[in-house]
Antibody, heavy 121, light 112 residues
Framework: QVQLVQSGAEVKKPGASVKISCKTSGYTFTGYYIQWVRQAPGQGLEWMGRINPSGGGTNYAQNFQGRVTMTRDTSINTAYMDLNSLRSDDTAVYYC??????????????WGQGTLVTVSS | QSALTQPASVSGSPGQSITISCTGTSSDVGYYNLVSWYQQHPGKAPKLMIYDVNKRPSGISSRFSGSKSGNTASLTISGLQAEDEADYYCCSFVGSSTSIYVFGTGSKVTVL
């Protein structure tokens, strides 16, 4: 079955960077986009950006432009999300999820289990 | 890109029907038939419930249905059950230079 398994929780200081991994299995990695979504404590979902594992092309939400980098390693079917210059309001659960944007199948399914990033001095 | 607008909370008694609205603009919800809905229980990852406005993925109960009129999409839960108590989020494809997707503000469904 299709699975997205994310790396574990992180605690970072303000100004630092965090890199989260999303290891996929059960499907052709290069056939689907990986999307990244975050959720601050008690808040709603926020779309951060996407990567096309086939060519590595990315699109980032304006709110994260310049601070986020999404990459992938096709040899191990894993996507990564790197967020730098962390602030306290970056404290959130970060999710990866899959979509088939190239085919116009613009929904997210399934989702990773989430990675809690805590930014605190 | 502003978040789509949802009511903060919706409630109903077991067996009743409730409807959650999701209001956007003519550039997102009103333009594309690419609205999806997600259910999220506390401490869990979101789960796809509806895609392309009104389609149900395999395994999702027929009690969940979606629709759209103009710039507003809606999720209806009929025959409300205790297990339906959760947060619900809509999402629309936008495809703009500032954002490809936008989520709704989220609605807490309470089963009385």
């Amino acid at each position: 079955q299709v699975q997205l398994v994310q790396s574990g929780a992180e605690v970072k200081k303000p100004g630092a960077s965090v890199k989260i991994s999303c290891k996929t299995s059960g499907y052709t990695f290069t056939g689907y986009y990986i999307q990244w979504v975050r959720q601050a404590p008690g808040q709603g979902l926020e779309w951060m950006g996407r990567i096309n594992p086939s060519g590595g092309g990315t699109n980032y939400a304006q709110n994260f432009q310049g601070r986020v980098t999404m990459t992938r390693d096709t040899s191990i079917n894993t996507a990564y999300m790197d967020l730098n210059s962390l602030r306290s309001d970056d404290t959130a659960v970060y999710y990866c999820t899959r979509s088939d944007d190239r085919s116009g199948l613009n929904w997210f399914d399934p989702w990773g289990q989430g990675t809690l990033v805590t930014v605190s001095s | 890109q502003s978040a789509l607008t949802q009511p903060a909370s919706v409630s109903g008694s077991p067996g009743q029907s409730i409807t959650i609205s999701c209001t956007g603009t003519s550039s997102d919800v009103g333009y594309y038939n690419l609205v999806s809905w997600y259910q999220q229980h506390p401490g869990k990852a979101p789960k796809l419930m509806i895609y392309d406005v009104n389609k149900r993925p395999s395994g999702i109960s027929s009690r969940f249905s979606g629709s759209k009129s103009g710039n507003t999409a809606s999720l209806t839960i009929s025959g409300l059950q205790a297990e339906d108590e959760a947060d619900y989020y809509c999402c629309s494809f936008v495809g703009s230079s500032t954002s490809i997707y936008v989520f709704g503000t989220g609605s807490k469904v309470t089963v009385l």
